[in-house]
T-cell receptor, first 112, second 114 residues
């Protein structure tokens, strides 16, 4: 059974700092890994998707890497802003039925 | 991408009653999914809703408790039956668009059961 863990569970940083969120998964037989953002009481917004054959994806200030063999992914946020404050979830797609397994999330707060 | 709406956005219900949540997508999609997010927890897949066939439920979820309909390629409903306070959660639907394996999520329905 696939299990996804995210570290740290919570993080508070001052504005402007670069930061790294970590995601690990137990079964390396994944199709892809997706990073989401969730604002309080809201749904999920897809940030980046990395296919199993890729090593990284970039979108603006966000960069996600994938090391499938070691079961790890990182989300790098450059020059953090207060608007980045949210919960960040990683999810891996495994099996043939498009099943996403979600991590426990990292709650990020960027302070002024 | 896809634009997904859910109704209601939130509700407060009494124990023992049922609530039906609607999910509408702006384009035809093959696969729709229903997730539950209990307070302080991550998302757990309830079931996959396939048009023209019965939903496929994950371990720990049963059709009698969470009946699902999928009458066409743009719409699905999830009913939470005979509710108890333990059912208080955010319920989200998602869709897979094309063959990208990317899932897009609705805004969620926040359910509180008293």
């Amino acid at each position: 059974k696939q299990e996804v863990t995210q570290i740290p569970a919570a993080l508070s940083v001052p504005e402007g700092e670069n930061l790294v969120l970590n995601c690990s998964f137990t079964d390396s037989a994944i199709y892809n890994l997706q990073w989401f953002r969730q604002d309080p009481g809201k749904g999920l917004t897809s940030l980046l998707l990395i296919q199993s054959s890729q090593r990284e994806q970039t979108s603006g200030r966000l960069n996600a890497s994938l090391d499938k063999s070691s079961g790890r992914s990182t989300l790098y946020i450059a020059a953090s802003q207060p608007g980045d404050s949210a919960t960040y979830l990683c999810a891996v797609l495994t099996g043939t039925a498009s099943k996403l397994t979600f991590g426990t999330g990292t709650r990020l707060q960027v302070t002024l | 991408s896809a634009v997904i709406s859910q109704k209601p956005s939130r509700d407060i219900c009494q124990r023992g009653t049922s609530l039906t949540i609607q999910c509408q997508v702006d384009s035809q999609v093959t696969m729709m999914f229903w997730y539950r997010q209990q307070p302080g927890q991550s998302l757990t897949l309830i079931a996959t809703a396939n048009q023209g066939s019965e939903a496929t439920y994950e371990s720990g979820f049963v059709i009698d408790k969470f009946p699902i309909s999928r009458p066409n390629l743009t719409f699905s409903t999830l009913t939470v039956s005979n509710m108890s306070p333990e059912d208080s959660s955010i319920y989200l639907c998602s869709v897979e668009v094309g063959r990208t394996d990317t899932q897009y999520f609705g805004p969620g329905t926040r359910l509180t059961v008293l």
